[in-house]
């Protein structure tokens, strides 16, 4: 299994709510990653996991919280979020972070819109 | 901090025809490089990756990158366009900081194939 799933696909979502996205692989890396990509831009890191815990944070806001349950899952909490969050939401994982061949594999997104 | 700069947002091929799409590098050492590819509404897939192995990397889907240090460029390249290579391109590049890495992804190159 050479793939990183991503549930939902589309998500809609109020300013007041809060949802869920996951990410998941079967691959046994032990990194995993978390991107933001606006229209017609480059992804942006916002998260990277290893060994289930957090070594990278890009000063993203606190109305994402991601958590990883185990080596496998990686789910981003989202809360209060504001209309320019709307983005497509990227999961990557890899074998492990300080590899110097490593490569990233990434899943298929999750489109969020906020009204 | 090391980065990529990518030549022209959009390029436009006829089929058949050679496909240059430009990537230079800002690296005080050994980069390690990677070319994305993005079909619409899709998650980034790997083409091929610069590891110091070889100098000319080949790739899937018949594209190939040469580095080279003298330029400080890594450009991908395809001797002949097919309909199905349209799609958005990211160079990217891999900073280590400790135990950490992420990639840095240049601003993307959509290629566009016409008959």
Known sequence: ?115 | AQSVTQLGSHVSVSEGALVLLRCNYSSSVPPYLFWYVQYPNQGLQLLLKYTSAATLVKGINGFEAEFKKSETSFHLTKPSAHMSDAAEYFCAVRTDTGTASKLTFGTGTRLQVTL
């Open chain 1, 1 to 115: 299994d050479t793939e990183v799933t991503q549930t939902p696909k589309h998500l809609v979502m109020g300013m007041t709510n809060k949802k869920s996205l996951k990410c998941e692989q079967h691959m046994g890396h032990r990194a995993m990653y978390w991107y933001k990509q606006k229209a017609k831009k480059p992804p942006e890191l916002m998260f990277v996991y290893s060994y289930e815990k957090l070594s990278i944070n890009e000063s993203v806001p606190s109305r994402f919280s991601p958590e990883c349950p185990n080596s496998s899952l990686l789910n981003l909490h989202l809360h209060a979020l504001q209309p320019e969050d709307s983005a497509l939401y990227l999961c990557a994982s890899s074998q492990r972070e300080s590899s110097s061949y490593n490569e990233q594999f990434f899943g298929p997104g999750t489109r969020l819109t906020v009204l």
